[in-house]
């Protein structure tokens, strides 16, 4: 009989779990936030655009680029409002990041970059306060992965209400389709419609 396949954890997110230990740094994304991260970037368009919103130190970063092997079409933009963590991130030789970090709160960053195919909302700007612009943000077609949805980690009753207000922007939006999935620390993953 054989056994069963093991799924690999590539290079570059071992490199980014190792700075996150080296810099104590806990939020990182956990399983499966990351693989599901590379399996959605890897069907991001031709010339297309991925947006991380909450950087930390690169975690999930590191997951997104391993789902697109090497494709130097698609631009990865990432936004953290920590000078100090941006810089951990920025200055990754371990091996480099093939991405650009922006410093700065998402809600004064955002309106400026246009939009994307694949957003990632991992940092409470964009997701508890400034959600409107996150949806903004997303390219018709596009795909939005908001994490830390599990009503059930959250007992401060105006975080449970910010998260409440995020699950019932996101399911009753007219412009998108959602699906709450019950993975990790729980996803809603959003599809805008064309138009
Ligand atoms: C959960 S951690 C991000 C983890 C990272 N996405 C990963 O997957 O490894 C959230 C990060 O968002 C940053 N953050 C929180 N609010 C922010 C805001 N309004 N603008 C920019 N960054 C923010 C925090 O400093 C923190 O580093």
Same mark, same amino acid.
């Given at each position: 009989m054989s056994s069963p396949v093991v799924p690999t954890v590539p290079d570059i997110v071992v490199a980014a779990e190792r700075r996150a230990a080296e810099h104590s740094f806990v939020c990182s994304c956990a399983a499966p936030t990351g693989p599901l991260l590379a399996t959605l970037a890897a069907a991001v368009r031709p010339g297309g655009r991925v947006l991380e919103l &909450?950087?930390?130190?690169?975690v999930g970063t590191a997951w997104i680029v391993s789902g697109l092997e090497?494709?130097?079409d698609v631009e990865v933009v990432t936004i953290e409002r920590d000078d100090a963590l941006a810089d951990v991130v920025r200055n990754a030789?371990?091996?480099?990041?093939?991405v650009t970090v922006l410093t700065g709160d998402v809600e004064a960053v955002l309106p400026g970059l246009g939009t994307f195919d694949l957003v990632f909302a991992d940092a409470e &700007?964009?997701?508890?306060?400034?959600l409107d612009l996150t949806i903004a943000a997303l390219a018709p077609g596009g795909v939005l992965l908001v994490d830390?949805?599990?009503?059930?980690?959250?007992?401060a009753p105006e975080h449970r209400a910010a998260v409440t207000r995020v699950r019932e922007t996101l399911l009753t939006h007219p412009s998108l389709v959602s699906v709450e999935l019950a993975t990790g620390t729980g996803h809603i993953l959003s599809s805008r419609r064309p138009r």
């Amino acid at each position: 009989m054989s056994s069963p396949v093991v799924p690999t954890v590539p290079d570059i997110v071992v490199a980014a779990e190792r700075r996150a230990a080296e810099h104590s740094f806990v939020c990182s994304c956990a399983a499966p936030t990351g693989p599901l991260l590379a399996t959605l970037a890897a069907a991001v368009r031709p010339g297309g655009r991925v947006l991380e919103l &909450g950087t930390g130190v690169g975690v999930g970063t590191a997951w997104i680029v391993s789902g697109l092997e090497g494709r130097e079409d698609v631009e990865v933009v990432t936004i953290e409002r920590d000078d100090a963590l941006a810089d951990v991130v920025r200055n990754a030789k371990d091996p480099d990041l093939p991405v650009t970090v922006l410093t700065g709160d998402v809600e004064a960053v955002l309106p400026g970059l246009g939009t994307f195919d694949l957003v990632f909302a991992d940092a409470e &700007g964009g997701k508890w306060s400034g959600l409107d612009l996150t949806i903004a943000a997303l390219a018709p077609g596009g795909v939005l992965l908001v994490d830390d949805m599990d009503l059930a980690r959250y007992s401060a009753p105006e975080h449970r209400a910010a998260v409440t207000r995020v699950r019932e922007t996101l399911l009753t939006h007219p412009s998108l389709v959602s699906v709450e999935l019950a993975t990790g620390t729980g996803h809603i993953l959003s599809s805008r419609r064309p138009r």
